[in-house]
């Protein structure tokens, strides 16, 4: 059992480190977005990368923080069963939920996006705009490291469920715990 709760904390302790720097970039966003605005409205010009990189930025933030959303239950569910049930019923709910619905997500995300982003890297692909960014086979990579981090997080809830059915939820750190209902 300690070894089950070693991998769930180091499954959510790698989402809370991307996810807290990933998070970052919404910062860069602004920033970004700001800087076009302002080329745009106040010097009639503007740099095409420079939008595109705002919008890149956006889709590597939300791809890359999915799995600490995950670990920190940010994600949209069905709180008017959930949120009242015990916390056996949220554990065996979790189990349910990782293994028919998050993981084959996942892998469905995986498998299709795979081609695609072989593909793109094959091609070096760049943005479609003339004088936009280069490197959107990286952006697309995002892809994968969000149905990776989202997997594993997912593996992590299904181990936490099982520790919380064999009665041993204790040996994790708070963090990683089900929330109480007071939060």
Known sequence: MRAIATIVRAIGGLNWLIGNIFAWLALAIVIVCFAVVVQRYAFSTTRLWMQDLYVWLNGAM???VAGYALLKGDHVRVDIFYRPASLRW???AD???VVVFLLPFCWIVTIYGLPFIQR???LY???ANIGGMPGLFILKTFILVFAGLVAIQGIAMFLR???VLAGREELLH???RYPSDEE
Do not use: C, D, Q, V
């Open 62 to 64: 939300f791809t890359a």
């Open 90 to 92: 949220k554990a065996i």
């Open 95 to 97: 189990m349910i939920g």
């Open 120 to 122: 793109s890297w094959r």
């Open 125 to 127: 692909e760049g943005s």
């Open 161 to 163: 469920s099982i520790l």
């Open 174 to 176: 708070p963090y990683y």
